[in-house]
């Protein structure tokens, strides 16, 4: 008999987004055009999401983690963990940075291709910062505390269930291509796994929808390159 996770990857595909970069946007310009700076304390998932749009749009972006939190807040007025210096100045806060790498690249439509598409985006950034990233963030700051993280597990559970209905009629998230919201879910869906609150094979039992669009990302290679023990972890529930 066919298993669950068979049924759920057989169904799922790699569309045109894998040559994403290379078909839809232009070349990479010579030369960084931003400098993204990270304070050590700052979450993977908020550079990493940045990475992976800027590979998606063709955009140069370097990655520099500051000595402290102090250097990275004197780059900006409201700086705190992530700052994006660009040829116009300063970019303060991850999803602000997110957006604006996105915009860099109008063709690449990594921000919506339409103003539904826009309203999308802005739902699912807003929906993985407070219904995904808080969980992340409080069971990493209170890792001995049981009971907070036994709460975090239920909410993350939650906020994946919610996920995997939108995902069970749609490939991703805001239209019929990768965008912003697809950078940023991956990255916090990959930590989420980090942090122990879910697993590959939990994804694969309860939110089939969720994993099969996961591992679809995964398969592109602006994705794969900055997750790569994300793709990895997928091994032991991909069909051989």
């Known amino acids: 008999m066919e298993s669950a996770v068979s049924t759920v990857l057989s169904t799922s595909f ?5 040559s994403h970069a290379s078909a839809q ?8 055009l931003a400098a993204l700076s990270t304070s050590p304390t700052a979450p993977a ?14 955009v140069a972006v370097t990655h520099t983690v500051a000595k402290s939190e102090a250097a990275v807040a004197a780059l900006a007025p409201c700086a705190k963990t992530c700052v994006l210096q660009s040829k116009e100045g300063p970019v303060a806060r991850s999803t602000a940075a997110l957006r604006y790498v996105a915009q860099l690249s109008p063709v690449a439509e990594l921000a919506g291709s339409t103003c539904f598409d826009e309203g999308l985006c802005d739902q699912w950034l807003e929906f993985g910062t407070h219904e995904l990233e808080v969980a992340i963030v ?5 890792a001995s505390n049981k009971a907070l993280a036994a709460q975090a597990k239920k909410d993350a559970a939650a906020a ?8 069970k009629t749609a490939t991703f998230l805001a239209g019929d291509r990768v965008s912003v919201a697809d950078c940023a879910l991956v990255c916090l869906v990959h930590a989420a796994v980090d942090a122990k609150l879910v697993d590959v094979p939990t994804l694969a039992a309860k939110h089939k929808s969720v994993l099969r669009w996961y591992a679809t990302c995964l398969h592109v290679p602006a994705f794969a390159s900055v997750l790569p023990k994300a ?3 997928l091994a032991a529930v991909l069909p051989k």
């Open 231 to 233: 793709k990895a972890s």
């Open 45 to 58: 998932f908020k550079s990493d999401k940045i990475l992976i749009a800027a590979k998606l749009a063709g």
């Open 25 to 32: 946007t232009p070349a990479a310009l010579s030369g960084p």
């Open 160 to 167: 994946l269930a919610a996920l995997d209905g939108a995902l």
């Open 138 to 142: 409080a069971v990493a700051a209170h």
């Open 14 to 18: 790699v569309p045109p987004l894998a």
